[in-house]
């Protein structure tokens, strides 16, 4: 929809996702498929919460940390997946510039917060394993809540002054966004307003958001891998990493991704490209995250075991 201002200029009042345009057949496939990714993170996600909160052996730091990856988890895919499945279905969608820039707040706010909790866990696997003998006295779970209220803090407060300069660009030409959800660069693109203040404080605030954390986990993992080469065993060894290497592998990929749209994007990079990019940590990322956490995890097994046997008797 259109309005005009005082001074005769088309304003937007809401824009069109594209979403992934294509034959019927291939977006029935596709909504089929991210349907049931969708509700396979919801059920994996919740599966982790409650596992986290009922039983005793998962009653640490670490698992805790997992638990609100897992609540982060749900939290973005349900801001991004509905929306972009009804897209899907009807090959584009409206969407009014409040619930735009509503759906922007909450993805950018949950992935800050992601940057900022992958922070705080590899700092937690630098304690165990750097700094062992001292690890139950300094990560308490008072700290742990403590360092997890920051980060929700944080990660939903820091945002808000960006969206709010974003909230008063103007949009004046095309309202056509391809892309299957309010993104900081398509609306950016079709801004008639000028953008400097607005990338200006995303550069700002990636330094806090996305450096920092960055260059944080780093320097923790490179101290573990000097602390576990300095174990003399094989075994001893394996098992300080076996300790940490789930964590690591989420860090990488959800930083792979990151990276690759908004830090280092390819010069001309095709939309789709973008899109997919997009998809994969915003759709399958919280998917992935559970399933690596329970499948290299002896814990959580114990844990389902236990339910599983309670549910029997």
Known sequence: MEIHDENNQTVVTEFFLLGFQGRKCFRIFLFCLLLVVYCGTICGNLLIITLVSTSKILHTPMYFFISQLSINDILLTTDISPNMLQILMNNGGTIP????????????????????LL???????????CNPLHYTSIMTH????????????????????????????????SNVINHFFCDL?????????????????????????????????????????????????????????STCSSHLIVVSIFYWALFSV??????????SISK??????????????????????????????????????
């Open 185 to 241: 660069v398509p609306l950016q693109d079709i801004s008639c307003s000028n953008t400097f203040i607005v990338q200006l404080e995303i550069f700002l605030l990636s330094i806090i958001s996305v450096i920092i954390p960055t260059i944080i986990i780093i320097s923790s993992y490179t101290s573990i891998v000097r602390a576990v080469l300095r174990i003399p065993s094989s075994t001893g060894r394996q098992k300080a990493f």
């Open 97 to 116: 510039f409040i619930d735009c820039i509503t759906q922007l707040y909450f993805f950018c706010a949950s992935e800050t917060f992601e940057c900022l």
């Open 142 to 173: 008072a700290y742990s809540v403590k360092l997890v209220v920051l980060c929700w803090l944080v990660g939903f407060s820091i945002i808000l002054t960006d969206i709010l300069t974003i909230s008063r660009l103007k949009f004046c030409g």
């Open 119 to 129: 922070t705080v866990m590899s700092y937690d696997r630098y304690l165990a394993i």
């Open 276 to 313: 997919i990019l997009s998809l994969f940590y915003t759709v399958f990322t919280p998917l992935i995250n559970p399933v690596i956490y329970s499948l290299r995890n002896k814990d959580i097994w114990k844990a389902i075991n236990k339910i599983i046997q309670k549910l029997k008797t």
């Open 262 to 271: 908004y830090v280092f994007p390819t010069k001309g990079e095709a939309s």
